[in-house]
């Protein structure tokens, strides 16, 4: 059982508050991991820790064999979408992931495409982001999370916004990746999310972490 990502007696205080207490949990490669708890559980701080987004106050998360904060203050070879993406309203969905894109160089024109296609966008319409459903907006995270091929996946609420047709394009899209051998952790409000997808299931609750199944 090869790890994708461990995380090592992760604590993370923000002044008094203790928001992650005493984490360890590690995740197996080419499987679907899902989190639950209640919102300020901690689960979306766990998240930006294994991101590099935030570092803990003590302890230590490895992602691809490299410490994070320590080897590498980012791994390259992680997608993410967490809270809400923010994009500029003002171009379009192709115009926003070639923006990004550019900064890593790690996507061209046909890696944001295929993206694009595989979230159910169309990479040629012109309509910018400004006019896009909540949903679409979520599809459009979904392809710049994937465009450059990460290994690991990290998606909190991947179907925020997404009617019961974008629901089940996206989980059909989960489970495609799954099989291409990536390593996914969800986040959801949805029971049904959860039974359907996942492999592996924690809960946090109150900034403790414990495996459901």
Not at 35 to 52: E, F, Q
Not at 91 to 112: H, M, P, V, W
Not at 150 to 160: A, G, K, S, V
């Amino acid at each position: 059982m090869e790890q994708a990502i461990q995380v090592e007696h992760v604590i993370k205080q923000f002044k008094e508050a203790e928001v992650l207490k005493d984490i360890t949990v590690s995740f197996e490669k080419g499987k679907i991991h899902g989190l639950i708890g209640r919102n300020g559980s901690g689960k979306t701080v766990l998240m930006k820790c294994i991101c590099g987004f935030m570092k803990p106050t003590s302890g230590s998360i490895t992602v691809g064999g490299k410490q994070v904060g320590k080897d590498v203050d980012i791994p390259q070879n992680l997608g993410a979408i967490i809270e809400a993406p923010g994009f500029l309203p003002g171009y379009s969905g192709f115009k926003n992931l070639k923006l990004l894109a550019d900064i890593r160089r790690k996507a061209g024109t046909a890696e944001i495409t295929a993206a694009m296609k595989r979230v159910g966008l169309d990479p040629k319409s012109k309509k910018h982001v400004s006019k896009y459903s909540l949903g679409m907006r979520q599809r459009l995270g979904i392809a710049q999370a994937i465009m450059e091929n990460p290994d690991i996946l990290i998606l909190d609420e991947p179907m925020n916004g997404l009617d019961n047709h974008g629901v089940d394009d996206i989980r059909a899209l989960l489970v495609e990746l799954k099989k291409e051998g990536k390593t996914i952790i969800i986040t959801s409000h949805s029971a049904e999310d959860i039974a359907v997808l996942c492999d592996t299931v924690h809960e946090m609750d109150a900034g403790v972490l414990q495996a459901v199944r």
